[in-house]
């Protein structure tokens, strides 16, 4: 991998270890990739079986694709779907959709995960843990039981995933190691774990296999809207790295010459969680945290996005795009729009996108001939409670 080359989001000097926070500054350390001009040209990447991760493995900082293999399920790019039917409803009739849903876990968690279980294999570890009350949990379960690795999933006992939730983490095979407090309590039982070597974490920005594996995203739809990129793409915003990953993907290939522009991102917010939009409105880089409201998920309901906001708010600024904070009763209506129009059931995070960009299309700051592409990042099955109240409340 003499292409590689480590990079720190922070101080960007040059750490000597691809896994965990830079030694100096505490920053996101990120690959970087050189390849020789000509290395990598679209025809060879459209030559390949659209692999989900492995037919990208000159931008993936792998050192044997067998591994990939072992962490995977043979996935294929998801489709992007034009959904006019839908679009035309809200205004926009050259929507797509990215249905990430479609992955075995049944959300776009299969990128990360696999990537993260594929370095462990490098690696040489045999356990794994992650703090997540949700979808991250069960794709890193799949995967690890997959690679023949043991899944932890640390949780905390304050904001407790739902029973069916904990079923579905139990039937994976993923082993439940519970804390006192929240999300922020579970974290730092995993990094502490980590530090005594009792296994390697899946923490996103402490391991940069996170972001490496979801940046695919941005990949397939560069290559799926034919080397151009859509004027517009709509991501949900947590942690910050389902809008940085993308980012970081589009911006490999607009470097090699391969995608022709960059997209405006958008990044959507929970309105009962929402610190980066607060962020974005102040025109401020600083994130103030804030404490969740309850709402209809507990996904993507991160408070303090220490590492991740800035660096979203820098991908949202930097391409001319925003960050928006969505009410529950418009993440409801996209869900409905979805099921009734296109037939897709989502959970209300797989619909926040989507929800953004009808926001946007009404209050009309997205023009109707604009191209834009909505990420489905979840399916509804991922998240029982939530449909029943979208059906109570039809
Ligand atoms: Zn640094």
């Known amino acids: 991998m003499e292409h590689v080359f480590l990079h720190c989001t922070g101080c960007g000097e040059a750490p000597s270890s691809i896994m965990g926070l830079c030694q100096a500054c505490g920053g996101a350390v990120m690959p970087r990739y050189r390849l020789p001009p000509g290395r990598l040209s679209r025809a060879t990447i459209e030559a390949r079986p659209p692999l989900l991760l492995s037919a990208w493995a000159e931008l993936l900082p792998f050192h044997d694709p067998a591994s990939l293999a072992s962490a995977g399920f043979g996935e294929m790019a998801t489709p992007l779907l034009p959904a006019p039917r839908l679009g035309r409803r809200i205004g926009l009739p050259r929507l797509h959709l990215k249905l990430d849903l479609l992955l075995p876990s049944l959300s776009h968690k299969d990128r990360p995960h696999t ?7 490098e690696q040489g570890g045999t356990r794994i843990a992650l703090a997540s009350s949700g979808n991250g949990g069960a794709a890193l379960a799949m995967h690890a039981r997959r690679a023949g690795i043991e899944a932890v999933v640390v949780l905390g006992r304050e904001g407790a995933p739902s029973p069916s939730k904990l079923a579905r983490l139990r039937t994976l095979g993923a082993r439940l190691e519970w804390v006192e407090g929240g999300l922020d309590a579970a974290n730092r039982r995993v990094e502490a774990g980590a530090a005594a070597g009792e296994w390697l974490p899946a923490t996103t920005w402490t391991n940069p296999f996170v972001v490496e594996g ?7 739809i560069a290559r799926q809207t034919g080397w151009r990129g859509p004027d517009a793409l709509f991501l949900p915003l947590g942690g910050g790295a389902a809008v940085v990953a993308p980012w970081k993907g589009l911006g490999e290939l607009q470097a090699l010459g391969l995608l022709e522009r960059m997209p405006r991102l958008y990044g959507a917010q929970f309105a009962h969680c929402a610190p980066v939009v607060a962020a974005f409105d102040r025109g401020d880089e600083a994130i103030h945290p804030v404490r969740p409201e309850p709402s209809l998920t507990s996904v993507l309901m991160v408070g303090n996005p220490r590492i991740g906001g800035p660096l979203a708010l820098r991908a949202l600024r930097g ?3 925003a960050a928006r904070a969505v009410p529950d009763a418009t993440v409801l209506r996209a869900m409905r729009l979805l099921a009734a129009e296109e037939g897709i059931g989502a959970e209300p995070a797989g619909a926040i ?3 953004a960009a009808l926001q946007e299309a009404e209050a009309g700051r997205l023009p109707p001939e604009a191209e834009v592409v909505a990420l489905v990042c979840g399916s509804a099955a991922n998240d029982p409670e939530a449909v029943a109240a979208m059906v109570e409340g039809a």
Request: hydrophobic fraction near 60%; aromatic fraction near 4%.
């Open 353 to 355: 996108a989507l929800a």
């Open 115 to 121: 990537a993260v279980v594929a370095a462990a294999l």
């Open 319 to 321: 391409t001319g795009g």
């Open 214 to 220: 979801e940046k695919t995203i941005g990949f397939e």
